[in-house]
């Protein structure tokens, strides 16, 4: 399953960050899933350069550049 990654990106300030994150609403709180958007009001629109992910250590949602990404892994909690 990969559904939950550990993805290391190169931040704007030039610092490596690891991040555990998915994209899978099975795995986020209920109480983070992004809501409907009200009627008469324009949904938010990322760049298709850009990933959109939750955060499991930050518990929020938070976003990276695909050009950033210098390595994605399956997340093992165990550490094997």
């Given at each position: 399953n990969y559904s939950v990654l550990v993805v290391s990106f190169v931040k704007?300030?030039?610092?490596?960050?690891?991040?555990?994150?998915?994209?899978?609403?099975?795995y986020i709180p209920i109480e983070s899933r992004p809501k409907p958007t009200?009627?008469?009001?324009?949904k938010k629109i990322l760049s298709d350069d850009v990933a959109?992910?939750?955060?499991?250590?930050?518990k929020g949602w938070r976003s990276f550049a695909y050009d950033a990404v210098t390595d994605v892994n399956?997340?093992?909690?165990?550490?094997n």
């Open positions: 704007k300030d030039g610092t490596l960050r690891n991040m555990i994150c998915t994209q899978d609403m099975d009200p009627e008469g009001k324009e959109r992910v939750y955060d499991f250590e930050a399956m997340y093992n909690p165990k550490g």
